[in-house]
């Protein structure tokens, strides 16, 4: 088969996609329009429905979530070869995790 052949059927399958392609569009269209006239037409037939108190949603704070931007940090430091040393909350008082972590170090201290 020759250069020309090819890009011939290959112009040929490429016209015949287009074709297919808008037949699809068409018939798509044509169910949806077929679809919202028959759920007009019920909505049209149904009786108003008393209208219900709507709760309002729960406020939802601004901005990108801590713990997000952590995650977004560690793939980032972890894709450019770096290591991450510690993660922690800049105004969380330490002094009760010391405590603990000594409490719990003592209970394992065998000189007592």
Excluded: C
């Amino acid at each position: 088969m020759s250069l020309s052949q090819v890009i011939m059927k290959s112009l040929f399958a490429y016209g015949l996609l287009m074709v297919i392609a808008f037949f699809v569009a068409v018939l798509i269209k044509v169910i949806v329009g077929f679809f919202n006239r028959a759920a007009e037409a019920k909505a049209k037939a149904a009786p108003p429905a008393a209208a219900k108190p709507v709760a309002r949603p729960a406020a939802v704070p601004a901005g990108i979530p801590p713990h997000h931007i952590v995650a977004i940090i560690a793939a980032t430091q972890s894709l450019m070869g770096g290591s991450i040393l510690r993660i922690e909350d800049a105004g969380v008082d330490k002094s009760w995790t010391s405590v603990g972590r000594s409490i719990q170090q003592s209970s394992h201290d065998v000189r007592r």
